[in-house]
């Protein structure tokens, strides 16, 4: 159980609509990120938020935009779909690893799988 | 800039054996976490092992521990007595963050036979 939520499940959405997925972690979760992951890819990172101010972002274009909320829930909104927005959308948030000397990694929700027509 | 590689795009290992799957990585920094996720076909991702670049001793955790080599680049994730829950794609990946903004290989698709 990492204590991560996301919604929906599945979404299914056409070409040129707009998308808002949703992430609630856990409090005293700082950090939330966000990953992409196509259909046999590996993860790959759109953003990342802390405090609720951006704290990086991959190599994804403008029309993905993010929200953090002081409540620990997120967002990502995805404008003007194109198909190969087709995938499987990560939240995931930061936190100790049990037993590592304070090391933190990504506790991964289970996703929202997003298909554009 | 990372790279995480691994270079096996499936592996089948007999059920109670044991079984590794490599990943080689790139990075310049001296500073690096190194990870392993599991993700059965439900699709969430799951934490199994860390590996901090300057740690001297391989991460162990249960079933799973992590052949760190560092002057070859590798970080080769061992399960031991494999079961039929094992069968997942596993992935490898590195943060130069703390744990935050991680880079992920291509994957590893295991199936584990009774």
């Known amino acids: 159980e990492t204590g991560v939520t996301q919604s929906p499940t599945h979404l299914i959405k056409t070409r040129g609509q707009q998308v808002t997925l949703r992430c609630s972690s856990q409090s005293g979760h700082n950090t939330v990120s966000w990953y992409q992951q196509a259909l046999g890819q590996g993860p790959q990172f759109i953003f990342q938020?802390?405090?609720?101010?951006?704290?990086g972002r991959g190599n994804f274009p403008p029309r993905f935009s993010g929200l953090q909320f002081p409540n620990y829930s997120s967002e990502l909104n995805v404008n003007a779909l194109e198909l190969d927005d087709s995938a499987l959308y990560l939240c995931?948030?930061?936190?100790?690893?049990?037993?590592?000397?304070?090391?933190?990694?990504?506790?991964f929700g289970p996703g929202t799988r997003l298909l554009v027509l | 800039a990372q790279k995480i590689t691994q270079t096996q795009p499936g592996m089948f290992v007999q059920e109670k054996e044991a079984v590794t799957l490599d990943c080689t990585y790139d990075t310049s920094d001296p500073s690096y976490g190194l990870f392993w996720y599991k993700q059965p076909s439900s699709g969430e991702m799951i934490f199994l092992i860390y590996?901090?670049?300057?740690?001297?001793q391989n991460a162990t955790e249960g079933r799973y521990s992590l052949n760190f080599q560092k002057a070859r680049k590798s970080a080769n994730l061992v399960i031991s007595a494999s079961q039929l829950g094992d069968s997942a794609m596993y992935f490898c990946a590195m943060s130069l963050e703390y744990g935050n903004k991680l880079v992920f290989g291509a994957g590893t698709i295991l199936r584990v036979k009774s």
């Open positions: 938020y802390y405090r609720e101010e951006e704290n």
């Open positions: 995931a948030s930061s936190k100790e690893i049990p037993h590592a000397g304070g090391r933190e990694t990504q506790y």
């Open positions: 590996q901090g670049s300057y740690d001297q």
